[in-house]
């Protein structure tokens, strides 16, 4: 069997002797990578979300006086689009408003029926569904697998 030479192994390429001297031959065009890449993206991530305003602020039936020639009478939801004095929406002012409509005293406690046979404080059904206990005289047993540990083992006296 050959042995291993006692030498170390050959030098490594130039290219990685460069990168082992200057690590900033690697990094830097790294970094800038990330951080073009981040300005790249932001511009089309602005772009996506421009596209996504001019389609939802946009009235639907812009084009249809022209092709109809029939005048158009604006749907509430685009006269609630067009509307200059239409109120932002806020979490907090919506709750107190659906509070302040509401008599919160005016209800009563509506109980709702059982199913069948389930018993009213936690002792189990009386009939439960069951399987009929033929349902498992169709399957076959399984044959079990024989393992060396099931095996059984010779007594000791015969090896010697």
Known sequence: MPSLPNRPPR???????????????????????????????QNLTQLRYDVHDRKTNRAPRTLAPLLTRLPQVPTEDEKLLQSKQKRK???RDEYFRMQAKEDASDWEPKRIERPAGTPEWGVAPENPRQLPDDSFAERKPRRARRRKEDEPKPPEDAKQ
């Open 89 to 91: 929406f806020d979490i």
């Open 11 to 41: 030098g490594a390429s130039s290219f990685n002797r460069m990168i082992r001297r200057n690590p900033a031959l690697f990094g830097v065009p790294f970094i800038a990578l990330i951080v073009g890449g981040s300005f790249g993206l």
